[in-house]
């Protein structure tokens, strides 16, 4: 497959997630002719507990893809603090001074960024799912065919895009579930963000207020625990707490695990978002990599196919979730899981390494050099 952006032909991306949409506004406001399709129609919702890092905020301001403004105008709540918990104890309550996290609605987020695309000039096409895809166009339900000189894949951990590449689709190992409590169904609303160890090997529980509602829901990526096991965790959680759980009904999403495509693809083939395994394995990030990766993908296409100087830069999505990947064992394993919990609960450099990874203002090469040195 040889890349050959300026054929006639449209690029052509899957999936109108922030990763799908980033690209998407990114070509079409470098003049390259692009098509979006989703098998949704927007707004839609969306399995994620809805939070922006600092970092993703800078990303998306210093693109010009959501100005200041606009991105406060979408936020629902701040944070500075973050209480860590494992399995009911308080290890320590860390509120920074320098750096907050946003939490956006993605019915609301998503559909905005659909509509920056647009905006830009991308053609926009919702309510057509692909059904399948070869080296020169992809199909969907409905029997349209499009054609493509550039193909993304930003549809998910379960791509069909990453199929051409690989031959088979990509898989979901991690798994996300999550609760919508509203405010008025609880005692007090939740002060900071809740982060709760040791209810299953390899993910954490969270306790996030919106304002309106509270999500509390569970992510684990690479977890040796059954999807039925987490649930199990989750509504025990709830139901210590005094919430029965038979009231509200249960999200469920597929997470990416161990399919991170360090080239975002292949030839003129590009995977971005969860397509490409981009979810960060310890603080589960990923609408931040979602849009840097559309970002990097677009520019890539407008390079020619330049992947090696797009993507050696520094500290990029890429190398983030590389890191995680790594570094957490430290975190989960069961062999050092006690220990990182005796440091979080007994060290302010710890909890500050924490948060800083949930901020996304510190790589996790850069945390542990810092408190190492």
Not at 151 to 179: N, P, Q, W
Not at 226 to 249: D, T, V
Request: glycine content about 12%; hydrophobic content about 40%.
């Amino acid at each position: 497959m040889i890349n050959n952006a300026k054929s006639k032909d449209p690029t052509l991306i899957v999936g109108g997630g922030p990763a799908g949409a980033s690209c998407a506004w990114k070509l079409a406001s470098a003049g390259i002719s692009c098509i979006l399709i989703d098998k949704a129609s927007f707004p839609r919702d969306k399995v994620c507990a809805g939070t922006l890092s600092a970092r993703t905020a800078e990303i998306l301001t210093s693109s010009g893809i959501l100005p200041a403004p606009e991105l406060e105008a979408l936020k629902l709540k701040e944070y500075r603090t973050i209480s860590l918990w494992n399995r009911g104890d308080l290890l320590r309550t860390f509120t920074s001074q320098h750096t907050s996290v946003r939490i956006v609605s993605r019915r609301e987020f998503d559909n905005v960024l659909i509509d920056k695309a647009s905006a830009a000039g991308a053609r926009i096409v919702t309510g057509e799912a692909a059904v399948s895809a070869d080296s020169s166009s992809v199909t969907t339900l409905t029997g349209k065919a499009f054609s493509y000189s550039n193909l993304v894949g930003a549809d998910g951990c379960g791509s069909l895009v990453r199929k051409v590449i690989s031959g088979k689709r990509g898989k979901g190992t991690g798994i996300g579930f999550e609760y919508f409590i509203p405010l008025t169904d609880l005692d007090e609303e939740p002060e900071e963000i809740q982060i709760h160890f040791g209810y299953f090997p390899y993910g954490y529980i969270w306790v996030i207020s919106d304002g309106e509602k509270v999500n509390i829901g569970t992510g684990a990526v690479g977890s040796p625990a059954s999807p039925s096991n987490i649930i199990f965790a989750l509504k025990g959680f709830l139901e210590a707490r005094g919430i029965s759980c038979e009231k509200y009904q249960l999200h469920g999403a597929l997470l990416p695990s161990r399919e991170l495509d360090r080239n975002l693809g292949k030839g003129n083939i590009y995977l971005a978002g969860d397509a490409a395994g981009l979810v960060d394995h310890v603080s589960g990030e990923g609408i931040g990599h979602a849009v840097e990766s559309g970002f990097l993908v677009a520019e890539c296409i407008s390079s020619g196919g330049d992947r090696k100087t797009v993507l050696k830069r520094k500290d990029n999505c890429i190398s983030i979730v590389r890191q995680s990947m790594f570094y957490r064992h430290l975190l989960f394993s069961p062999f050092t899981h006690g220990t990182a919990m005796m440091g979080l609960r007994d060290n302010e450099e710890y909890a500050q390494g924490y948060w800083n990874i949930i901020s996304g203002i510190e790589s996790y090469t850069e945390m542990f050099s810092r408190i190492l040195t």
